[in-house]
């Protein structure tokens, strides 16, 4: 991504890391002008590069949180 065209608001997980210091995370996170939203994706170690990722509303991540929980009762 070229630019600086988010804002980090939140770091709420560290899911991963690699070798070289890239690490996927769960962030609140603005993007452009838009309200914020959960973010999971790979940030480099200074946060001025970031991978291909996936933005989620509070209503989907509470679904998938959902999804977590019927899958932890089987």
């Given at each position: 991504?070229?630019?600086?065209?988010?804002?980090?608001?939140?770091?709420?997980?560290?899911?991963?890391?690699?070798?070289?210091?890239?690490?996927?995370?769960?962030?609140?996170?603005?993007?452009?002008?838009?309200?914020?939203?959960?973010?999971i994706?790979?940030?480099?170690?200074?946060?001025?590069k970031?991978?291909?990722?996936?933005?989620l509303?509070?209503?989907?991540?509470?679904?998938?949180?959902?999804?977590?929980?019927?899958?932890?009762?089987?």
């Amino acid at each position: 991504m070229t630019g600086k065209n988010y804002e980090i608001l939140e770091h709420i997980a560290v899911l991963s890391e690699n070798t070289s210091g890239w690490r996927k995370e769960l962030t609140l996170t603005k993007w452009f002008d838009n309200e914020p939203k959960y973010d999971i994706r790979d940030w480099s170690s200074d946060y001025g590069k970031c991978g291909k990722g996936v933005t989620l509303s509070k209503d989907e991540l509470n679904v998938l949180m959902e999804c977590k929980l019927e899958l932890e009762e089987l």
